[in-house]
Each structure stands twice: as C-alpha cells, then as structure tokens.
C-alpha cells in the first residue's frame, strides 16, 4: 500500500483525461515519469488499468473499478485536510452544495445570501444537476449537502424533508384544457408528454403520479431542462407535468393538478456517519431551520 500511494493521484489525473501527454502538462512532470509510474502501478496491481492506443488512453474495467476507489480515497485524504483547516477558523472555509436545476434560478440564491448575512467568510462550491447525479457525487465525496427531490430511499445517506412543492400540467394556451384553473391527470391519459429523461428525479414522480392517475404516459419528447420542455409545450408538441416557474411563461397555461396529490417533496441529503466541518455544520443548520418555508411562495 506504502508504494502505491504516491502514484493514486497520478492514476486519476490520466484517468480524468485519457491522455498521457496532456495528463503530464497539467501534473507539471515529464510524460515518461508518469508513463513509468503507471506502468509499475499495473505491475503492483497485476491488472491493465488502461487500454492504450497511442498516447490516448481509455479504462479498462478494473480500471474503471480502482477508479471508483481511489477517487474516493483521495476525497476523503482532501476532506481531512479541508476540515484540519477549517477547525482553525471556523468563520471560514467552503462548502461543496449541490442542487436541482429548478432550484437555481431563486430558492437557492436566496438561501445563501440569508445563510451569509450572518457568515460572511464561508464560501460555496456550487453544482446543479439532477438528482442521481447528485446523490452519485454526494456518495463519492464531492459534495457536502445537497437539496434534492424525491427523497433518497437507501442506505448510508441522510435525508430530512424540508418543504414540499405543487406541480403543474403545463398545456400550450391553445389546449383544449387551457381555459380550466384545475385538472385531474386522468384527464390528459390520451395526451402526448414532453418529459425530464429517466434518472431525474421529476420523471420518476411523473411516472408515478401518471401511474396513479391509472394510465402510462405517451413520451414524444424527452430533454434535460423544464423550461426547454415549457418551450416544447408551448409549441405544441404535447404537455407536461412540472414545478411552476420562476417567472410565468407565455404561450403554456398552468393547471393545478387535483387527483391524485401532485407535489414533490424538498429535502437536503448528506453522507451518513460524515463528520461535517464547522461551515458544513452551520450551513446544514440553516437549511434545517428552513423547514416549511424554503421555497419562494
């Protein structure tokens, strides 16, 4: 273990960039040192991390899975360091915060100029993406906390429900249902849906709430960003069901959905068994503090 240490660091930066050359640029080492290096790295393993062609390279399986590991133990080696920091000044340091996209526009900005009313020196790492996505990087270390939707049903994560949000079925002004202020989703069965591809988490709860209305939804298109599907609805191209919008959209109507019950649930996740840094700690606070009113009414 002693003499695969020093070279974890090295895998991973070939790793992230597939490339010995520009690998060696970045590291600031001369690119036969680091050929070497992966070469005995190999040899100590007795496995092929990379697949080779030329100076680019790809990972193998079992160096896709020592990845994963190394990725992680590297994480944690940083972790340690930013929380050694962090016990000096605990008015200083960085918090690593992840949230849906939807969640960008202005709860989030909101919560953090509250948050640093009152502490000034702390700073953000920002990430907004989905939420497996998110949860994969909160499991890998990467981030400290983050607000996600639906609630994270597995082992070794936290999550505590901090407020919950309508959604909508969201139909071009021109819809045969467009002059309605509520709906019942069984009312659209025979519609045709724009929808978040598979793995968000808003597709699941459509899905489910499709399901529960007691019928499969039509996909004619899938995308990755509601307001390009708010787009897609506006033109005609089917309907959807969404959180509301920052700001209204013209050429789509709003329907409150009222069978069955269309909400989402907000909550924020961390890392069971994570010792949080005192930023960490103040922010999670906070954010726990917000129960019942952390989204924009």
């Known amino acids: 273990m002693t003499l695969l240490a020093p070279r974890l660091a090295q895998f991973v930066g070939v790793a992230r960039r597939e490339h010995v050359t ?32 030329g100076r680019a390279l790809s990972l193998t399986p079992a160096g896709r899975t020592f990845l994963v590991s190394v990725e992680r133990a590297l ?16 008015a200083s340091g960085k918090v690593a915060f992840g949230f849906l996209h939807t969640m960008g526009s202005e709860t989030v900005p909101g919560l953090i100029r509250a948050f640093r009313a009152d502490h000034p020196g702390i700073r953000f790492s920002l990430v907004q993406n989905y939420s497996e996505a998110m949860l994969e990087r909160l499991r890998a270390g990467d981030l400290d906390l983050c607000l996600t939707s639906p609630v994270p049903g597995e082992p070794g994560l936290v999550f505590r429900r901090l407020d919950e949000q309508r959604l909508h079925l969201v139909v071009p002004e021109d819809h045969r249902l467009a002059g309605r ?4 989703l069984a009312e659209a069965a025979d519609e045709s849906f724009v929808t978040l591809e598979p793995g968000y988490g808003m597709r699941r709860i459509a899905d489910d709430l499709c399901r529960a209305a007691g019928f499969r939804p ?18 005609g191209l089917g309907v959807a069901l969404l959180p509301p919008p920052p700001v209204p959209r013209p050429g789509v109507v ?25 930023p960490v700690a103040a922010f999670k606070s906070f954010l726990l503090s917000r129960r019942g009113r952390l989204l924009p009414r």
Request: proline letters at 4%; aromatic letters at 4%.
């Open 181 to 184: 202020r509520r709906v019942r």
């Open 22 to 53: 520009r690998a060696a640029q970045e590291m600031r080492i001369p690119q036969s040192t680091l050929s070497r290096a992966l070469g005995r790295l190999e040899r100590d393993l007795g496995v092929d991390l990379f697949a080779r062609r």
């Open 254 to 278: 709003e329907l409150a959905v009222t069978a069955p019950r269309a909400v989402r649930e907000i909550g924020v996740a961390w890392l069971e068994g994570r010792q949080d840094t005192p």
């Open 75 to 90: 994480g944690e080696v940083e972790r340690a360091a930013e929380a050694v920091r962090a016990d000096a000044d605990p």
């Open 218 to 235: 039509r996909i004619a298109f899938e995308g990755e960003e509601t307001e390009t599907l708010r787009g897609l609805v506006a033109a």
